[in-house]
């Protein structure tokens, strides 16, 4: 079992819509969450992390369910622009290491 | 100004030949990583170092040989290429190891190519 699993995707969606990816992860001991995002041929950049709390920055919410363990992204009033891979990204507790998952992709069509 | 760069690029070369790419950060973070980034988008950690002192090196071939002169540099080294080779390698960094929330800075990545 991959360590953090989500689904490729892709998402193909209408401008505005709203959009939800689920991620699940493999190791309870897991301690901080993120979500990345990598437009197509770039690197990976920080959209948010995910605190256990959930946590909203715009149109994005995160949330954590540490029971079930899985990590969601909801994207609200979809852009154009929000077209790209989101990848969740998930760190042991005292480790550098993050364990990427393998990203959805997202696609929004006018 | 960039913050974590990369070179080459892109890079295409025969199978059996030696490589290196390079890396620099000018965000004075303490830490930089290797990952590799597959033909099915799999990104994976290869290395990291903090301060010039190696502290993850995951399985990865001994042909792969990382450098570190110095905190803001780290270069990665490949002998004997193989096919299996051909991936995105990008280079990123930190602030801090060990600290679970430090946000990672992304190089923009040398696709390699081996024929």
């Known amino acids: 079992r991959k360590e953090v699993e989500q689904d490729p995707g892709p998402f193909n969606v209408p401008e505005g819509a709203t959009v939800a990816f689920n991620c699940t992860y493999s190791?309870?001991?897991?301690?901080?969450f993120f979500w990345y995002r990598q437009d197509c041929r770039k690197e990976p950049k920080l959209l948010m992390s995910?605190?256990?709390s959930g946590n909203e920055d715009g149109r994005f919410t995160a949330q954590l369910n540490r029971a079930s363990q899985y990590i969601s992204l909801l994207i609200r009033d979809s852009k154009l622009s929000d077209s790209a891979t989101y990848l969740c990204?998930?760190?042991?507790?005292?480790?550098?290491?993050?364990?990427f998952g393998t990203g959805t992709r997202l696609q929004v069509f006018p | 100004d960039t913050a974590v760069s990369q070179t080459p690029k892109y890079l295409v070369t025969q199978m059996g030949n030696d490589k290196s790419i390079k890396c620099e950060q000018n965000?004075?973070?303490?830490?930089m990583y290797w990952y590799k980034q597959d033909s099915k988008k799999f990104l994976k950690i290869m290395f990291s170092?903090?301060?010039?002192?190696?502290?993850i090196n995951e399985t990865v071939p001994n042909r792969f040989s990382p450098k570190s002169p110095d905190k803001a540099h780290l270069n990665l080294h490949i002998n004997s290429l193989e096919l299996g080779d051909s991936a995105v390698y990008f280079c990123?960094?930190?602030?801090?190891?060990?600290?679970?929330?430090?946000?990672?800075?992304f190089g923009p990545g040398t696709r390699l190519t081996v024929l």
């Open positions: 995910v605190y256990s």
């Open positions: 990204v998930v760190n042991t507790y005292n480790t550098d290491k993050l364990i």
């Open positions: 965000l004075g973070h303490d830490t």
């Open positions: 190791n309870s001991a897991s301690q901080s």
């Open positions: 170092y903090n301060n010039k002192e190696l502290i």
């Open positions: 990123a960094s930190s602030q801090d190891s060990g600290a679970t929330t430090d946000t990672q800075y």
